[in-house]
Nanobody, 123 residues
Framework: QVQLVESGGGLVQAGGSLRLSCAASGRTFSSYTMGWFRQAPGKEREFAAAITSIRLTYYRDSVKDRFTISRDNAKNTVYLQMNSLKPEDTAVYYC?????????????????WGQGTQVTVSS
């Protein structure tokens, strides 16, 4: 069982930065692929970024070169550094964990989820 708690969301102006954190419980954190998903009002939940246990990283095209996912296994924490934020990045951001190392883009493949943290980017 893995429990996930996100933090770091907030209100920021366009062009600004935020760093999201996701603290995980459990002794097997390092073996999980960790993902960040986001959901805007009235829209489907969508993949943002993922990092595998061997630190391979994946991003959706619209956040490449602006977002960076990283993990600190000693702290059981995954981060999402978000730079050059745009109003279209506004959403609730969710941290998720899966034992899979492939097909990381699909939320159906993630067994564990945090409660989400709101990110609002004003224009």
């Amino acid at each position: 069982q893995v429990q996930l708690v996100e933090s770091g969301g907030g209100l920021v102006q366009a062009g600004g930065s935020l760093r999201l954190s996701c603290a995980a419980s459990g002794r097997t954190f390092s073996s999980y692929t960790m993902g960040w998903f986001r959901q805007a009002p009235g829209k489907e939940r969508e993949f943002a970024a993922a990092i595998t246990s061997i630190r391979l990283t994946y991003y959706r095209d619209s956040v490449k070169d602006r977002f960076t996912i990283s993990r600190d296994n000693a702290k059981n924490t995954v981060y999402l550094q978000m730079n050059s934020l745009k109003p279209e990045d506004t959403a609730v951001y969710y941290c998720a964990a899966t034992a899979l190392r492939s097909n990381v883009y699909f939320h159906e493949n993630y067994a564990y989820w945090g409660q989400g943290t709101q990110v609002t980017v004003s224009s």
